[in-house]
């Protein structure tokens, strides 16, 4: 072999090597495939031949291959082929349509075992849509989908591109197996979806007149669509085309064939109404339709329950799809005793009574207390600027039979509630509630009277100003119990009020005395504590003033003083006018600090104290001198 014919095989090998890492699939290519498509290597769908240039005999033979693999249910390796065919660039309408379906099939296995994601399945329905948008399987799939995400207006969005191709002859028989098909019963309670979809559209049951004495035949019960949450079976049987809400009955015969879903519970049947989202039930009237709505729809799958007694039909709205714990938005109950006797009802309105709650809280005409319960407002003085409330346990009922209980709001805070006032204000508001409640053959009545912003502790409110106990006869208030609060705190705040007065006055008068004392004296200095004895030279040459003790004269012009009640803590005052101290008292000194000075204490004996030449003296009238110490 010479050497240009070896560079022409390298060459021509190179090409076929570049040519598989491109175009071909190595093993290790589809082992991330398989491992991404959660099945192991051992079920990996045969390598379809590697095509770096396709004929058309080959496309033949490989769009073969992939139908033998879709109609053995082998989807996968469907897809694989057919996906390396794509890769090649053949565009052919059989390849789309097959790899489309090869799709659906797969993905709709995949998600079913649970070893795709929602996200991961939307994904592939999107693929097979866009490779073969005349099917309608992909754009239900997607619709389906979306709806059980919650996002309603896109699964919409796909359902009416899938219910278009649907509606064609064709496709006729795939439309009515969809018909019924739990997966739409989100979707159903899109408000337009009967007018939007109408051959998807669940039929309200027919009614049916049952002659007198005639008993309903069993094959007359239109049930359908059944589905569980939780513990609890359901069976849907009917829809208020109106409104979009669907009714459904609690089956308690246990699901079994042949069994009759009216039986069992004790003669209870319980219905739940699922109300769509735009359908206000605060409005009370179309509420009240809707439970006679189900009601009707009810007695037509279980007509025995208008003939027989001792039944019982409870029925309960609840908003969008019902779930476990779901709270309970309107409920109604049906009772009858006898076979003759009227149907009575319950009836309650969680969402109405609410909204009207929230609108006498704006209006300020009710409000909630602190430890339960509620005031409603009776009435206002605006002269008196007086506010007269009546206290329930209930936001929707205020009065209590044969029991008034009334808070007096004061909203000036300036008024004098002497005892001809309150009273005033207490028979006002006994009458009011006794007029709103139509208490006139009698009733106990409590009253408070507090303050604006008033605490109420579950008792009564805090602070209470007045409180009043008695009842009335033919509308009249007889007090019994009488207690003016207010004006006893009144009083013993006018008392403090002239004692601080006082004591104010004194005060000053000791501030006038103090600079007196100072100014007459020179006072330079105020030695604290136990400054002085420490060290007296501090303050030598100043005149100081000082609150000290007089203990006794040694001389008839020096005497000795005490600072405190240390044995030490003395001083010797010299120049001190002859017959000014008597006895022991307490002073306050004004001096000049000479230095120190020896003199003879009995314990201590000889001692060094300090020395200082009288001035003046305040002989103190109040503990500590308050008199001239402010």
């Not at 996002?151 to 899938?162: A, N, P, T, V």
């Not at 929230?358 to 339960?372: S, V």
């Amino acid at each position: 072999m010479n050497k240009k014919s070896a560079a022409f095989i390298v060459s021509i090998m190179l090409l076929v090597f570049i040519g598989a890492a491109f175009y071909g699939e190595t093993e290790k290519d589809y082992i991330l495939a398989a491992n991404k498509a959660n099945f192991s290597t051992e079920d990996m769908p045969i390598r379809p031949k590697q095509l770096s240039a396709l004929s058309g005999k080959d496309v033949r033979r490989e769009i073969a291959r992939a139908k033998n693999s879709f109609n053995a249910k082998k989807y996968s390796e469907a897809i694989s082929i057919l996906e390396n065919i794509k890769r090649q660039g053949v565009s052919e309408m059989e390849v789309d349509q097959l790899l489309a379906m090869a799709y659906v099939n797969y993905s709709y296995i995949q998600m079913k075992e649970g070893k795709i994601t929602s996200e991961e399945f939307i994904e592939m329905n999107k693929k097979a849509y866009d490779l073969d948008p005349n099917r309608p399987e992909p754009s239900y799939n997607l619709a389906v989908t979306f709806g059980k995400k919650g996002d309603i207006e896109e699964g919409i969005k796909w359902l009416e591109k899938s219910y278009s191709i649907m509606s064609q002859d064709k496709y006729k028989t795939i439309l009515k197996s969809f018909t019924d098909d739990p997966d739409l019963n989100i979707l159903r309670r899109y408000p337009e979806f009967n007018s939007r979809f109408p051959k998807l559209a669940l039929k309200a049951p027919e009614e049916k007149v049952i002659p007198r004495g005639e008993k309903p035949k069993e094959e007359e019960k239109p049930l359908s669509t059944s589905w569980r949450v939780g513990a609890k079976r359901f069976n849907l049987i009917g829809v208020d085309n109106e409104s979009g809400t669907r009714f459904s009955m609690v089956d308690k015969s246990g699901g079994m064939a042949g069994s009759d879903p009216c039986k069992g519970g004790w003669g209870i049947i319980e219905v739940i109404g699922e109300v769509p989202s735009n359908v206000s039930l605060e409005d009370d009237s179309l509420a009240q339709s809707l439970t006679e709505r189900g009601k009707d729809i009810a007695l037509k799958v279980c007509p025995r329950f208008s003939i027989e007694g001792g039944k019982r039909l409870n029925l309960w709205l609840f908003k969008e799809e019902y779930k476990e714990k779901a709270d309970v938005v309107v409920s109604a109950e049906w009772s009858k005793d006898y076979p003759r006797q009227p149907m009575t009802k319950k009836y309650q309105n969680k969402a109405y009574e609410n909204a009207r709650y929230a609108g006498k809280l704006a209006a300020g005409t009710i409000r909630p207390l602190e430890q339960g319960g509620f005031i409603h407002l009776l009435g206002d003085d605006p002269q008196t600027r007086t506010k007269f409330w009546h206290v329930s346990g209930s936001r929707e009922e205020k009065c209590i039979k044969g029991r008034v209980s009334i808070i007096i709001e004061i909203q000036d805070k300036g008024i004098i509630l002497n005892d001809a006032i309150a009273n005033s204000l207490v028979i006002e508001g006994v009458k009011l509630a006794v007029d709103d409640c139509n208490e006139k053959r009698g009733a106990d009545f409590s009253v408070w009277v507090a303050p604006v912003g008033f605490k109420y502790t579950g008792w009564s409110p805090e602070p209470v100003l007045v409180y009043a106990y008695g009842h009335t006869e033919l509308g009249e208030p007889k007090i019994v119990t009488w207690n003016n609060k207010f004006l006893i705190a009144e009083q013993e705040r006018l008392k403090k009020e002239e004692a601080r007065m006082r004591e104010q006055e004194e005060r000053q008068k000791a501030r006038t005395r103090f600079n007196e004392f100072v100014q007459k004296y020179g006072v330079q200095d105020w030695p604290r504590g136990k400054a002085l004895s420490a060290n007296p030279f501090l303050y030598e040459g100043k005149s100081i003033g000082i609150r000290c003790t007089f203990i006794q004269m040694q001389t008839a012009t020096q005497g000795l003083f005490m600072i405190g009640g240390g044995l030490l803590d003395i001083f010797i005052a010299s120049n001190i006018p002859k017959g000014i101290f008597k006895m022991k008292s307490e002073v306050i000194l004004a001096g000049r600090v000479l230095g120190t000075v020896e003199t003879k204490l009995p314990v201590a004996g000889s001692v060094m104290v300090p020395h200082m030449k009288f001035l003046g003296v305040h002989f103190c009238q109040e503990s500590a001198c308050r008199d001239i110490i402010p």
